[in-house]
């Protein structure tokens, strides 16, 4: 990769939607072997708060990344608190897209059964996949979306990028804050 997009905003935002990507793929393989337990209501809870904990943490920690290369002498990109809200915008887009091809889905590709077409098959599998982090605690289906799932799908990533920027921004380490409550310290 040519060293002057590497370090662009266009190939941060890249890096975070990749992110996103490789999460929500990694939970919906799991979800797919799993998902004779996934009937049971608090194992499916349990799945998506940890899903949705490990997304989130994926996002921080790509941010977190972007941030510490911002701040290197040799890199085009100077780090600046707002572009914590700027590196998710690949994501929203492809939340956006999600969102009509899953309402376009269950509006052409159903009827008072369920969905009947291909088109709706494989709309509703692509929105599951992309959204499965949050399945166990939102109400999704049949073509309907609670609030708190627009919340939950529009607002984590934002919030997670802004947190990890912010935090890189600042100095802030969560690693370490985390090791130094986990780990004794030695006594002198």
Sequence with gaps: MDNKFRYSLTAQMLKTLKTQLFTALMFFLLWLITINLMVIDWVNMIFAIIATITCFFAIYGTSYDVVNSDKKSYTPQRP?????????????AANVLMLILYKCSWYFGSNEHGLNTVFGLIGNILFKMWTIMYDGYVSIGNGNISLFAYIMIFGMPVVAS????????????????????AYEKKKK
């Design 80 to 92: 600046y608190i707002a572009k914590g809200l700027l590196l998710p915008l690949l994501i929203e």
């Design 162 to 181: 802004f947190v990890g920027y912010f935090a890189g921004y600042k100095n802030f380490d969560l690693a370490s804050k985390i090791n130094s409550i």
